[in-house]
């Protein structure tokens, strides 16, 4: 009996290695196809980066969305949304480089002032109070 | 005019200035307009002991107290880029509760947000009666009130006092 | 040369907000969550933000960027101790894993 559940502990143990393997290599995998496909001229590496990097951040986003998707209780969706909404002023700010359009910047503090505010608003929701205490 | 409305006029004005950072004239005329507006509407809310702002102690307390912060928030970001990697989640996640000698509120907000940036360490709620502090820690080294205490918040709390008290 | 210091300060705080959202997906509860995708993406955002004042200099967009950063650094924190006190008081427990709870013992 004992060695039974020793080996069933082994197997979860195993299972658990592979599980972490086969996600870690399938992450590496879609940031190398985002970061070197097709692989960047060196001349104008600037705009390749920053063009990219976006795609990384636009990856960050769908964990965010993932766990909204899955999040067992109403506080993980809130966390994911405030995260959410810190990212997107780092999204903002990345914008701004390539374009040249100074006003993206406006946009993003407009976004994390908006995104602070309903983050408290949330989190009383949260705790079953009045919004006025 | 009190004090501490002039000193919310002056930090409103700065706010203002950067964010239309060219000065020109008008945005500077328009800048003084809202922050004196501003300061004359919610003049004592903010601002509670102006005298404060006087010694220049402080400020020097406080570009000491600014490397400090942020050489903890990069151990900070390796130790959960760390926990994040490694297969077995090394984690040990519990809720302590600290104590803490420091009164006013500014403190108290400074002390709970350095908190949480630092390793592992994230701040639940305050007693502030009591003077306690709920942490939610990822790793409980103990959880023992002296002991914890003794290992999140007392790095922070002698220089704190220094600046907010 | 502060251009280029300035993108390796954007691809350090990329790395950083990837970490955080790999986080957010991987740990089990949501105060380690919290943990996590605050302080990684709090970091990693202020320097995105930090690189660009370095490569815009001392114009509009780095000026606000610098507001941003300070903004960014008084906010988070409070937001997440907001989220964590009321998540604890609306009942969301602990990891199964978890050591102690000293808020719940005081709360009773």
Known sequence: MALRTKEKGAAKFIMRQLRWFIGMLSIVAILAIILFNPIPSILEWQSVLLRRSLNVLLLCGLFCLWRILRGPTPADRIVSVDILGILI????AILGIPTGRDWYIDIGIAWALQSFISTLALAKYLEGRNLDE | MSKSRIILFIL?????????????????????LVAGFVALLTGDMFIKRPYLFKHASRYLWFLYYLPIFIWECIKANIDVAYRVIHPNRPLNPG?????TSLKSDTALTFLANSI???PGTLSVDIDQEGGFLYIHWIDVKSSDVE????LIVERFERILRRIFE | MSELIGYIFIVIGLSFDFFGCLGLVRFPDVYNRLQASTKSVTLGTCSILFGLFL???MSAPGIKAILCIIFIILTSPVSAHALARGAHKSGVRLWDKSICDRYEEEKR
């Open chain 2, 12 to 32: 409103g004005l700065l706010i203002w200035l950067g964010l239309s950072w060219p000065v020109n004239p008008q945005h500077l005329i328009v800048g003084v």
């Open chain 2, 95 to 99: 809720i302590v509760k600290v104590k």
């Open chain 3, 55 to 57: 490569i815009k200099g």
């Open chain 2, 147 to 150: 002991e914890a205490s003794k």
């Open chain 1, 89 to 92: 002023l780092g999204f903002c």
């Open chain 2, 116 to 118: 949480t940036l630092t």
